[in-house]
Nanobody
Framework: QVQLVESGGGLVQAGGSLRLSCAASGSIFSINRMGWYRQAPGKERELVAR???????YYADSVKGRFTISRDNAKNTLYLLMNSLKPEDTAMYYC????????????????WGQGTQVTVSS
């Protein structure tokens, strides 16, 4: 299993943008699904966006149209471009790979990294 290191978080005003990066310790070429999760204080971790090796994407309704997930297999890096940020986007963001699909649901069973904190002020 590759090790994942998130970066790019920070403090931004509402309406601003950030780009998160997730650097993998090894090749991601053969990893089908990768994604970004987030966890706000007092809330459960939730899937924000997912991308397949073929480029198919999924977004949570709360971020659709504002966030864009992408991957660069040559650089072994996953990205999350976040535009029009809202205070409710404030959370710790984690990348995950691989995301598995079993019995109609998507799962991540690997270890979580340290994450990168995103704070959006109003």
């Amino acid at each position: 299993q590759v090790q994942l290191v998130e970066s790019g978080g920070g403090l931004v005003q509402a309406g601003g943008s950030l780009r998160l990066s997730c650097a993998a310790s090894g090749s991601i070429f053969s990893i089908n699904r990768m994604g970004w999760y987030r966890q706000a204080p007092g809330k459960e971790r939730e899937l924000v966006a997912r991308i397949s090796s073929g480029g198919r994407t999924y977004y949570a309704d709360s971020v659709k149209g504002r966030f864009t997930i992408s991957r660069d297999n040559a650089k072994n890096t996953l990205y999350l471009l976040m535009n029009s940020l809202k205070p409710e986007d404030t959370a710790m963001y984690y990348c995950a790979a691989p995301i598995l699909y079993e019995r109609g649901a998507y799962y991540y069973r690997g270890d979580w990294g340290q994450g990168t904190q995103v704070t959006v002020s109003s």
